[in-house]
């Protein structure tokens, strides 16, 4: 149960779109800056762009993320830990996070391809409809991610290679990062899309998806946990930050891979979504600070204690 289902708590967002819009280009404007990245120090992004495609599911439960309301008190516990460095979402729920001032001294990732609809008959024909790079320049953020499945039977995919090679370089023509997650998929015997997970196919996809655009000086890969991790990051020399995907296993198997993948040279820090903001246990300050020690910069006994207290101020419903 959650201890504040006040229906209202987020209603002052309503009003602000409606008489002030252009209260998020303010809050953009007038945002404090993350500090400049540099070698040594591993990042902790945030990843909630999963409702733009339709994707709401978390483990058994498929409408985990449509409660807004909710999915925000997760959000705003996970930025209050100082060792979360950013957050990667689609236009709607950046423009949420601006206008609470939870992005300020953080990382600001836009998801760019959200066309590909979970679950759409031509879910693979993955068009632009997000953040575009010029709008992620003017709002100051510091790049754009795209998913890049890659599907050796299906025609659309070299139209998606093609959006992405082209949106690479429009982020890069403006000093942008572009954060690539590439992925070989098929379709399964009943037509559903399923990510290749197999080392060799994480390989193949990273072999195609750092040869997109006409530079990759500002381009990372965005790649899954999977066996072998040290073959796959002897296949780029592009920096890497590991992404969730939806929980599988315990928390304590999940959070054991990542450790292990993090050692590996390459590994920028983590990218993860789900897995941190809806854990099993429903406590995500704990979730959050625990994936945070597991990084090289982290001061997990510090960040523990601020998150918890936030999460005593915003209550976070746990599904039964």
Known sequence: MSLNDDPRRYEHLSRIRLEDPEAVARAAATRRRHPRLKHGTQNFIVAADHPARGALSVGSEPMAMADRRDLLDRLQIALANPAVDGILASPDIMDDLL????????????????????????????????HTASALQELGADGGKMLTRICLGDPDTVGTLEATAKAID????????????????????????????????????????????????????KLPVVDEMERVMASTTLPTVLLGGDPTGTQDEVFASWQAALALPGVRGLTVGRTLLYPHDGDVAGAVAMAASLLTNSEPAAAAAD???????????VSE
Do not use: C, Q
Request: proline content about 3%.
């Open 170 to 221: 429009s982020l890069a023509e403006r000093k942008l990062i572009a954060m690539v997650e590439p992925f070989l998929s098929v379709r399964d015997s009943h037509g559903k899309v399923r990510n290749d997970l197999r080392p060799d196919a994480v390989i193949k996809s990273v072999a195609i998806a750092e040869g997109l655009g006409s530079t990759s000086a500002y381009t990372w890969m």
């Open 307 to 317: 998150e918890r207290t936030l999460s005593d101020r915003i209550p976070v419903k």
């Open 99 to 130: 206008l609470l001032g939870a992005l300020e001294g953080k990382l600001v990732f836009g998801s760019m391809n959200r066309g590909g609809l979970a679950g759409l008959v031509n879910e693979l024909d993955d068009r632009f409809t997000g």
